[in-house]
Every structure is written in C-alpha cells, then in structure tokens.
C-alpha cells in the first residue's frame, strides 16, 4: 500500500506529461488520422522519458538537486537563462491551456458560463494547492485522474482489429502524407519528453525527501507512471481509429475523446472520462505552474518547496500563484485553449536539449553520484534519446508550418 | 491561421472559447503585433488584387469541406448517442454547441465561394449549421435529435461526396 501511494508523483508527472489538454486532442487526433500507425511512436517516447526521470530521480535522490539547480551549473548563466525563460513561457502558456480545459470540462458537466467555469477552476485549484501538502496533491490529481482509464475499457469496447493494432507497435507508415505523419511522430514524440515533466519529478524528488534508499521506488516509478501515461494514449488512439476514423472526424475539442468513451459506454463512460479528464487537466496545472516557481526559485537561489510553509518559501508561493494569475488573464481572452499549447512547442524547441542535456551529464558524473552513477545502457540510451531531442527541436517549428498543423 | 483571422480574432466568445481554426501561419507563430499587422495588411492587398474570384483556393475548399463533414459526422455521432439515451442533456448541449461555433465559422468563410460547388458547400454548411443550432437546444427530445442525427448523416454524406469531386 505504502509503495502503491508512492508512485503518486509519477502518475502525476505522467498524466501531466501524456494527457494533458494538448495531448488529450492530439492523440485522439493521431488516430483519427492515421489509425494504429503511430502506436510505436507513443513506445519510443515514453521509453525516452523513463530513461530521463529515472536520471534526474537518481541524481535528485543522491545528490538532492533538482533539474534547474544542474542548468544552471553546467549550462552557464547566459545558456541557463535563456532555457530558464524558454521554460517558463512554455510552462505559462501551458497552465493558461490547462485552465482553460478544466473550464471546458467544467462546462460540459455543469452547463455553466465558461469565463465563470475560469474563474471558479483558478480558484479552485489555488486553494487546493494552497491547502493540501505535496504528496495529497500528488495522490488526489494522480489517482482521480486515472479515471482516464475509462478510455482503455472503451477502446476494447469498440472492438478493434487487434491484430492491426498489434501491428501498429512495428514502425512504419503506410498510409497518408509523408509530412502530415512525420509531424504526428515529432509532435508525440515531444509531447512524451517535455520539458516540464522532468523539472516537476525531480522538483517532486526532492519534495518527497527522496535518498539513496529510494532508488528503487525511483524506478518502479518512472516506469509504472509513464507507462500508465503511455498506456492511456495508446487507448485514445486505439478508440480514435475505430470511432472517428471510418467517420472522417477530425477531432478539435476536448470533447471530443470524451464523446468516444460515451458511445462506447453510455453515460457512465462520459461522467468518468469527463471526470478523469477535469483531474488529469487540472493536475497538468498544478504541474505547470509548480513547474515554473520551481525553475525560477532554482534558477536563482531562492527558498523552494511546497514542504515549506508559505512564509518559510514566500517567493516561491508567489510565483506559482502569479502564473495561475496570468494563466487565468491569458484563458479570459477567450482564445482557443487546445491551440494555446501548439505555441508552447516553438518555446520548447529552446527548452529541450538545455533541460535534457545537464541531466545526463551529471547523472554520468562520479563527484556527484559516486557508484550511483549512469550505467552503461542508461548512457547509450541517454545519447541516442539526446540525438532525438535534438532532431525533434530542429524539425518540430517546419513541419508545424509544413503541414499547416497537421492539417494537410 | 490566415493573417486575416489574426485580427478578427481578439473578438470574444460568450459561451466558450472560440472555434479551432486552422493552423498558425509562420507570420503569427515568429512575430509579434506589429509583424501580424504587417502579414494582415500584406494579405489584405493580397486578396484586393484577386479581384474577390477565387477567393477560396480549391485546396482551402477542399479542407473546408473536409472540416465541415467533420463536424457533421460528430454532430452525427453525438445526437445519435442523445437519442438513445446515452448522454448527458448539458454534455448534448455544450459540445453541439461548440460544433455549431466551428461550422458557423466555416459557413461564413465558404460564404466567399463564387463557383457552383463553392455555393452548394456552403449551403451545407449552413444545414450543418442549423442542425448543430436545434441539436444544442433539443434537451431531451429523443424524436428530434434522431431527426437530426439521420439529417447530420446524410449533411456529412453529401459534402464527403462534394469534397471528393472538388
């Protein structure tokens, strides 16, 4: 029970990470178009980022430094602040998305007014991650959340080809355009390894007290949480290519995957998709703007961490609530929060290689992690994942033009 | 997004947030205002010199199409789960409403369509429009939202048949 309870920051990274607003749309959209062609890509992302978070949990656990702290250091000033800006826009404009989805989700279960639903969500969510401590919010947005798990019991509901699904895990393309498949594969791809998710793990690392002899929850963590996160979008995309594919829908709302779990389920299937998705989408907030107080407290040396009393930690408890604030100005505007997110990916593109690379090299470095240092399959995995970090930075801003997002 | 839609876009949506459109343009993604006013004024030129013929290309033709026999086939989709019971009045309500925001946005862009197939698109669109409109209103009215799902279904029919002949 007690190792069950701890894998809370995993679940929560994961589901932030896999299936947050953006990435509710996109894999449900990744079916809808191209079917269970892109299931492998989902494989190769989240074996990339449980290579990484077991890194930065290793380190976080030995050394008792978060992702930031280690930017900063080994990236220097200039290259640190320039990610460290890069991250807070993209950690900004993802909360503003965040909350926008929670009002949505908000709306589709109350029929209220949705800049009320925006105001009341923000507050909301203030409150609770006023209140509770580090790991009940840990627990209630990770564990509630997976009422998401309702799309898995659809997607086997809908009763697809499963030997077509099977061969969905081999990579390849067989249908469509060459671009608009390429684009799916990098957008998976870097919706798997964003750069928030690690900052909040290894930020949760050492919020959970994490030491040496939390190595192995470290691992069965990473590995039980983003599998859980990649699990869910395989489901999405599984009910997508059978529901809205034949149907020639192109899913733009949020609604939409919820609408898959109703057909398939009934009304139960909505209320727990719905559900699922309110905690998953408001944990992703929580994620974000925890996220952004982390980098900034890290960045410069301030008192960190929801473990500390407000006034103990002030800086930091004004930051995360001053980008809920400005998450909540931008929401009001009324602009499209699923569309928020594909601008967060040009400020990504800075973000990704700087957040990534200081993992690996202190994870590898002996004066830090003594004999808990990268083996040698962590660093050949650590590479090759960096080469691909690199290559989704370079391509991602083309092909979203390319392709007119996605669009064709 | 054509640079156009960057300015019409500060406009606010009362009931949710607007529409998805598509896609950023270069313009908008790298600059800021001042570089999305420039874009909106080049396209405004832009369009000026076509003479208002053509004003949709056959390939923005073809992915309105696309779009709104999307939003027809979901409309389909969820007033047929309404009519059997199977969803929510406010959840019936809240998403046709979102649909019937995008296809409103797309009849008003087909509304420029000057040739034949452009027109009937357009009309389409509108039934999809209207049906999207009485499906969000039809509470719990299982006889009209299994008229409307049946009227949906042939709306998506007929424009996936006239978006293959674009």
């Known amino acids: 029970m007690k190792q069950f309870l701890q894998i809370a920051l995993g679940i929560l990274s994961a589901i932030g990470g896999f299936v947050d607003i953006g990435d509710l749309v996109f894999n449900t959209q990744a079916g809808a178009t191209f079917g269970f062609q892109l299931l492998w890509v989902v494989v190769v992302g989240v074996v990339g980022i449980i290579v990484y978070s077991e890194m930065c949990g290793r380190v976080a656990a030995i050394s008792k430094r978060p992702v930031f702290d280690l930017v900063r250091e080994r990236a220097g000033f200039g290259a640190g602040l320039g990610t460290l800006i890069a991250s807070e826009v993209v950690n900004l404009m993802t909360c503003a998305a965040e909350v926008g989805g929670v009002a949505i989700v908000l709306q589709l279960l109350s029929g209220l007014p949705y800049r009320f639903l925006i105001g009341l969500g923000v507050v909301g969510i203030v409150v609770v991650s006023w209140v509770l401590p580090f790991e009940w919010l840990e627990r209630l947005f990770g564990y509630v959340g997976l009422c998401l798990l309702v799309f898995a019991v659809a997607a086997v509901k809908v009763g697809p080809s499963w030997g077509q699904v099977a061969h969905g895990f081999v990579p390849g393309m067989h249908t469509g355009s060459h671009l608009v498949f390429l684009y799916f594969v990098v957008g998976l791809l870097g919706a798997a390894l964003t750069p928030y998710e690690v900052y909040f793990y290894s930020s949760g690392a050492v919020e959970d007290a994490w030491g040496r002899e939390d190595l192995r929850i470290n691992k069965i963590t990473s590995v039980i949480g983003y599998g859980l996160g990649a699990f869910l979008s395989f489901s999405l995309m599984i009910l997508a290519a059978v529901l809205f594919l034949p149907r020639g829908i192109n899913p733009q709302f949020l609604g939409t995957p919820a609408l898959g779990a109703q057909d398939a389920l009934g009304k139960i299937g909505l209320l727990l998709a719905l559900v699922g998705i309110l905690f998953a989408v408001g944990g992703a907030a929580i994620e974000t703007s925890f996220s952004g107080a982390y980098n900034l407290a890290q960045f410069f040396g301030w008192q960190w961490g929801k473990r500390e009393r407000p006034g103990g930690a002030p800086r930091f408890a004004l930051t995360w609530i001053v980008i809920f604030a400005l998450a909540l100005a931008i929401v009001m505007t009324g602009y499209d929060p699923v569309k928020l997110t594909e601008y967060s990916v040009i400020f990504s593109v800075v973000a990704l290689p700087l957040t990534f690379l200081p993992i690996l090299l202190v994870a590898n470095d002996p004066a830090y992690m003594g004999d808990s240092r990268n083996g040698r399959a962590s660093n050949v995995l650590g590479v090759l994942y960096f080469v691909l970090i690199l290559a989704i930075s370079i391509s991602a801003i083309p092909l979203l033009l390319l392709t007119n997002g996605g669009q064709g | ?166």
């Open chain 2, 1 to 166: 997004m054509p640079p156009l839609q960057v300015l019409v876009s500060v406009t606010f949506v009362e009931e949710g947030p607007r529409p998805p459109t598509e896609a950023p343009t270069a313009a908008m993604l790298i600059a800021g205002r001042p570089g999305r006013l420039a874009a909106a004024l080049a396209a405004v030129l832009l369009l000026a010199g076509c003479g208002g013929q053509g004003m949709l290309s056959k390939k923005a033709l073809s992915q309105e199409a696309k779009g709104v026999q999307s939003l027809a086939s979901e409309g389909t989709l969820l007033a047929d789960d309404a009519a059997r019971g199977r969803s929510t009045s406010t959840f019936t309500r809240i998403h046709a409403r979102f649909l019937e925001q995008a296809a409103r946005s797309s009849r008003a862009k087909l509304a420029r369509g000057q040739t034949p197939k452009g027109r009937r698109l357009a009309q389409l669109a509108a039934r999809v429009n209207s049906d999207l409109e009485r499906l969000s209103r039809s509470g719990s009215d299982h006889a009209t939202q299994r008229r409307l799902q049946q009227d949906l279904a042939q709306a998506a029919d007929a424009i996936s048949k006239l978006g293959k002949s674009l």
